[in-house]
C-alpha cells in the first residue's frame, strides 16, 4: 500500500515538472528566436509480481492432486512510477517577421551570434541588437556582439548605411569594415540554455562557421506553438488531478486499515 502511495506521488511530481517547462514555454511565446523546452519522461524498472503463500500446506494453487509447481505463479509486473529524465530544447526553425530595423538580424537555417558576458563567450540566436552610445554592436541586455576575431563589433560614427551580408559580412557605406562571428555546432545537445536567450557550451564544444545564413531586416520568432501548449497544459492538469486522488484513495485505505481493521483483528 506504501508503494502505492510513492508510486502515485511520483507521477505528480512528473507532471509538475511537465507543466513548469510548458508554462515556461509560454511565457517565452514572445521572446524573439526562443525555442521550447520539452520534459522527457521515464519509467522505474516495473516490479515482477508472484503469488505468496503458494508453497504451504493448503496451496491454492493446488487442486485433486493438480499443482502448478514449486514455484510461485507470476501475477503480473507492477509498476513503480515515471521520472523526468531531463530537459530537451527543440531547436526548430521559427517562423521570420519583417521589421525593417537595418541592425535586426534573423538566422535562417543552423547559426548563432556570439556575445560577451560577464560568464564569458556565450551563443544567441536573438538577433534584435542596438548600437550603444560609443558605436558598439549590443544585445537588448547590453551585451557586445563579437566579430570573427572575438572584438566587440563597432560601427563607425559616420556609418549612414549599415549592411550586413548572409554570413555575416558588416558593410559600411558600401564598403566592408567587420564581420559577425557566425558560428554552429556539430551537435545542439552540448548546448545548454543560460537564459535571457543566451547558450554556453559542454563537452569540450567548438565552433564551426555556420551554415546558415542571415537576413537582414528581420527577426526569428520563437517556435512555441501556444495552442498545442495550452491543450498539453490542460493535460497535464488532469494528469496531476488524477495522481492526486490516488494519493488520496491510498491515504483512505491505510486509514482504514489501521483503525479499522487492525482494531477488529
Known amino acids: 500500500m506504501w508503494r502505492g502511495l510513492y508510486t502515485a506521488a511520483a507521477g505528480m511530481v512528473t507532471e509538475m515538472t511537465r507543466t513548469d517547462t ?9 521572446s524573439t528566436a526562443f525555442k521550447k523546452d520539452q520534459a522527457l519522461s521515464g519509467e ?7 503469488r505468496i ?8 494453487t493446488s487442486f485433486k492432486g493438480f499443482s502448478v509447481g514449486t514455484e510461485a505463479p507470476v501475477v503480473g509486473q507492477l509498476g513503480l512510477g515515471s521520472y523526468t529524465r531531463g530537459i530537451a ?3 526548430a526553425q521559427g517562423s521570420m517577421q519583417i521589421t525593417g530595423n537595418p541592425l535586426d538580424l534573423a538566422i535562417s537555417g543552423s547559426g548563432y551570434f556570439a556575445v560577451q558576458t560577464p560568464q564569458g563567450v556565450r551563443y544567441t540566436r536573438a538577433g534584435n541588437f542596438y548600437r550603444s552610445a560609443a558605436g558598439q554592436l549590443e544585445t537588448v541586455d ?4 563579437l566579430d570573427r576575431q572575438g572584438r566587440p563589433v563597432t560601427l563607425p560614427g559616420n556609418a549612414t548605411n549599415v549592411q550586413f551580408g548572409t554570413k555575416g559580412e558588416i558593410f559600411v557605406n558600401h564598403q566592408q569594415v567587420d564581420q559577425l562571428q557566425f558560428v554552429q555546432f556539430n551537435d545542439n545537445r552540448n548546448l545548454l540554455k543560460q537564459g535571457n536567450n543566451l547558450y554556453y557550451t559542454q563537452n569540450g564544444a567548438q565552433p564551426q562557421p555556420a551554415a546558415g545564413e542571415i537576413q537582414q531586416g ?21 494528469m496531476y488531478e488524477a495522481g492526486s486522488k490516488a494519493v488520496t484513495t491510498q491515504d483512505s485505505m491505510l486509514d482504514k486499515s489501521v483503525n479499522e481493521v487492525g482494531r477488529m483483528t
Open 22 to 30: 510548458i508554462a515556461n514555454n509560454l511565457a517565452n511565446a514572445s
Open 44 to 50: 522505474f524498472e516495473p516490479m515482477l509480481i508472484r
Open 53 to 60: 503463500n503458494d508453497n504451504s500446506a493448503d496451496n491454492v
Open 89 to 91: 530544447t527543440d531547436f
Open 142 to 145: 547590453g551585451q557586445a556582439v
Open 218 to 238: 528581420m527577426l526569428e520568432h520563437s517556435n512555441v506553438n501556444v495552442i498545442a501548449d495550452m491543450v498539453s497544459l490542460i493535460n497535464n492538469y488532469r
